[in-house]
């Protein structure tokens, strides 16, 4: 990709269960933004960590940010069916760059 | 707010023909991404405007591609001629000025060249 790149590619879990996505990015960053696309849709903005923050919070959701090893995790905290989509890292230097996505399903 | 507006929705043409896809930002917002989105490339900026000045195009894949900001409220970007291998789901996406501010992103235009 043009920048980042997002480990595992898929991810099935259970509902209740925890979800880990990994991304890993290749410059400086002033912020790292994860964004959700729901499939035929558009991508929908869910967090934005700012490279002096280690760690972010919203709702279920939680954020790491690690600049020496210019990578990031989110975590799901207790999965919903609801949760099943894509997911994606995004780096802001000046453009917007996008890693090639985490397909996570979520099985009731 | 409507949010991003793209037209049309879907568009299926033949090698060879002129292809428009069109962009409303949100009001507002002054910068415009367009992305171009496959399984096998996945996200890909094309270009980037600010205050509708091109400001990044190194993401367009070949001359056949155009983009324009004529104004704040839309963007088109063109493909003469389309190729099979153009076949995709483009996107528009618009932010506000300061570079700490999210993406709000359009529905896309599937785009289908036979």
């Known amino acids: 990709s043009q920048q980042g790149e997002e480990d595992p590619q898929a991810l099935s879990i259970q509902e209740g269960e925890n979800a880990t996505m990994n991304c890993s990015y290749k410059?400086?960053?002033?912020?790292l933004q994860w964004y959700r696309q729901n499939s035929g849709r558009g991508l929908v903005h869910l967090i934005l960590?700012?490279?002096?923050?280690r760690e972010k919070h919203s709702g279920r959701l939680r954020v790491t940010l690690d600049t020496s090893k210019k990578s990031s995790s989110l975590l799901i905290t207790a999965s919903r069916a609801a949760d099943t989509a894509s997911y994606f890292c995004a780096t802001d230097g000046n453009q917007f760059y996008f890693g090639t996505g985490t397909s996570l399903t979520v099985i009731p | 707010d409507a949010g991003v507006i793209q037209s049309p929705r879907h568009e299926v043409t033949e090698m060879g023909q002129e292809v428009t896809l069109r962009c409303k930002p949100i009001?507002?917002?002054?910068?415009l991404f367009w992305y171009r989105q496959t399984m096998m490339r996945g996200l890909e900026l094309l270009i980037y405007?600010?205050?509708?000045?091109?400001?990044?195009d190194s993401g367009m894949p070949e001359d056949r591609f155009s983009a324009k900001m004529p104004n704040a409220s839309f963007s088109t970007l063109k493909i003469q001629p389309s190729e099979p291998r153009d076949s995709a789901v483009y996107f528009c996406?618009?932010?506000?000025?300061?570079?700490?501010?999210?993406?709000?992103f359009g529905s896309g235009t599937q785009l289908s060249v036979l």
């Open positions: 996406a618009s932010r506000s000025g300061t570079w700490d501010e999210k993406l709000f």
């Open positions: 410059t400086s960053i002033n912020n």
């Open positions: 405007f600010n205050n509708n000045v091109p400001i990044d």
């Open positions: 009001s507002g917002h002054n910068s």
């Open positions: 960590i700012r490279s002096n923050e």
